[in-house]
RNA sequence: GGGUCUGUAGCUCAAUCCGGUAGAGCAGCGGACUUUUAAUCCGUUGGUUGUGGGUUCGAUUCCCACCGGACCCA
């Protein structure tokens, strides 16, 4: 790519239309005018904003340090008195005082600085300082433009309050909320955390396909394209799982991935098109030893991101201090609606008694998917404190291992927390004629219309006929635990670049 | 898919209930000011009230549709 000097700006954007991008434009033609670049290739620092306070403790009003730095970042709120300016440089790690003096700088100097608006980006030189009333600062000797905002940035006060730009327009959440930066963080961290943990265990990080031919390892719509070369509609992933024990198969004793997930469906407070999940497989052990790795995990990550086991979520505390309490599905639902229920109770009770609740029943449930409704419609939000719901019935399970005492359940279990599930785990299904049959009664439900069953995979059925050994399996929705570490009620303050319908 | 709310200056918000051609603060622009911290003071510019229709002498306001967004329900 070349790219010529744009000596007249192609103004297609209407800038010079609008008198406060006007005004801009013309600060920007001056700096050229004067034989400036206003748009210089690189600048060289040597120090941020935290850097220099974190070495400059509590300096008393006046002082001068001798030390000089260098330190780039964006020019906020610029304060005016005759012959000196004050700003806020706002850089990756916090703000730090410039002053800005005539008599330091010299005239034409002073004057090129008056070309700087709030919100440019600017690179400044000079010594650590304290002012008159005690203010931590660079006595600025240097400075360079180092890109112009030709657009005003919001209220330097009031910050950015339209949801719809904070999401649209995420860099301007992020240069004025400090709310948005801290979240931002926050999500850092508890990726942090996670891969760590799984690190300590001896877990290896491994990637696996996003684009499948079987959208395989959930119950969910896939996203569909197309493979011009091979002529094949591929799928965007819902889930890794598949591919990730096809490497148990393989001898990968602990492996993990932390990566995004692709569902074809509806979006609202809790779900996004894309969502990062962790899944995680250990050969040789089961869905108990998972709940023993999964309440520390997620203490841990507490602790790492909030400094504390106890959370405050929307004006509740979540307890994430193990261990965490277990409770199985149909005691849950039965403790709930103060009945009976079991496995073998008959259709038509179950179809009653859901529809009692307004649940919508569909002829093709049976008593295992009747009863997971049941838990969802009448259990689920009540959970506040971490829980984990416990032997989930095998119809709603494809992948599961079967209980080793009760035929009617597997070993699985969900992590619910405030509410919501935050993970879903098991004992792996590894009897691959098992699995085959799991899947012909998937098959059979998607040929019925539930277009999210889950497909055959024969390959998978053919990995198992290897021989997968015994593992257990687990996924933690990433999203949602940042939700309930920063106190947040909706995925979109927690995902950088939210979806929303194009503009 | 259904319901409720919402869109006004670059930003944050008034005026809308009860129709009479939109105001403020900040930002911007001009001026004063060598120690500010959302600086202060004086002056000043800035609006197709989301889009399109309808009712009306007159619509930001009432009605309809559409385009976005938020929340609740399915």
Wanted: aromatic fraction near 8%; avoid cysteine.
């Amino acid at each position: 790519m070349s790219e010529e000097p744009t000596e007249e700006l192609d103004d297609r954007a209407g800038l010079a239309d609008h008198p406060l991008t006007a005004v801009r434009l013309e600060k920007l033609n001056e700096f050229r005018s004067r034989g400036l670049d206003p748009y210089p290739h690189t600048f060289h620092r040597d120090a941020s904003a935290a850097s220099i306070h974190e070495s400059h403790p509590g300096l008393e009003p006046g002082a001068e340090t001798g030390e000089m730095v260098t330190v780039a970042g964006r020019l906020l709120n610029v304060r005016s008195f005759g012959k000196l300016r004050f700003g806020v440089l706002q850089d990756h790690s916090g703000q730090i005082q410039l002053f800005v003096s005539k008599a330091v700088l010299g005239d034409a100097a002073f004057e090129i600085f008056d070309l700087i608006d709030n919100g440019d980006w600017v690179g400044a030189h000079g010594e650590v300082i304290t002012t008159k009333k005690g203010e931590l600062s660079i006595r600025v000797d240097r400075f360079d433009l180092l890109a112009k905002s030709l657009r005003p940035l919001p209220d330097k006060w009031h910050g950015l309050q339209d949801q719809e730009r904070r999401y649209r327009q995420r860099y301007l959440d992020l240069t004025v909320n400090e709310e948005a930066r801290a979240t931002a963080l926050a999500r850092i961290a508890t990726v942090r955390s996670l891969r760590r943990s799984f690190e300590e265990r001896g877990f290896l990080e491994v990637e696996t396909p996003m684009l499948q031919v079987k959208p395989g390892g959930a119950l969910a719509k896939p996203f569909v394209t197309h493979h011009k070369a091979l002529d094949l509609d591929m799928y965007l992933r819902i889930a890794p799982e598949l591919y990730l024990k096809r490497l148990i198969v393989g001898g990968m004793d602990k492996v993990f991935e932390i990566n995004r997930n692709f569902r074809n469906e509806g979006i609202d407070t809790t779900h996004n098109p894309e969502f990062t999940m962790l899944e995680s497989y250990e050969a040789f052990a089961d869905y108990e030893d998972v709940m023993a790795m999964t309440e520390q995990v997620v203490a841990a990550a507490a602790n790492d991101v909030t400094g504390s086991s106890v959370v405050m979520y929307q004006g509740q505390p979540v307890d994430f201090t193990p261990p965490f309490r277990r409770l199985s599905m149909l005691d849950a639902v039965n403790e709930q609606l103060g009945l009976g229920l079991a496995y073998d109770t008959s259709l038509d009770e179950l179809r009653r008694i859901a529809g009692d609740l307004q649940i919508k029943v569909e002829s093709s449930w049976g008593p295992g998917k009747l009863i997971a409704m049941l838990f969802e419609a009448t259990v689920e939000d009540r959970l506040w404190a971490p829980t984990f719901v416990i032997d989930y019935p095998v119809e709603v399970s494809p992948l599961s291992k079967r209980h080793r005492t009760d035929p009617d359940v597997t070993e699985r279990f969900e992590l619910i927390v405030a509410g919501r599930e935050l993970a879903n785990a098991f004992t792996e299904l590894n009897d691959p004629a098992e699995q085959r049959r799991r899947f012909e009664l998937q098959a059979a439900a998607r040929a019925a219309g539930d277009d999210e069953a889950h497909p055959i995979d024969e390959d998978y059925v053919r990995a198992l006929e290897y021989g997968l050994p015994p593992t257990g399996g687990l996924g933690i929705g990433v999203d949602r635990l940042v939700m309930i570490l920063t106190d947040h009620a909706s995925i979109r303050e927690v995902v950088l670049f939210p979806h929303l319908r194009p503009e």
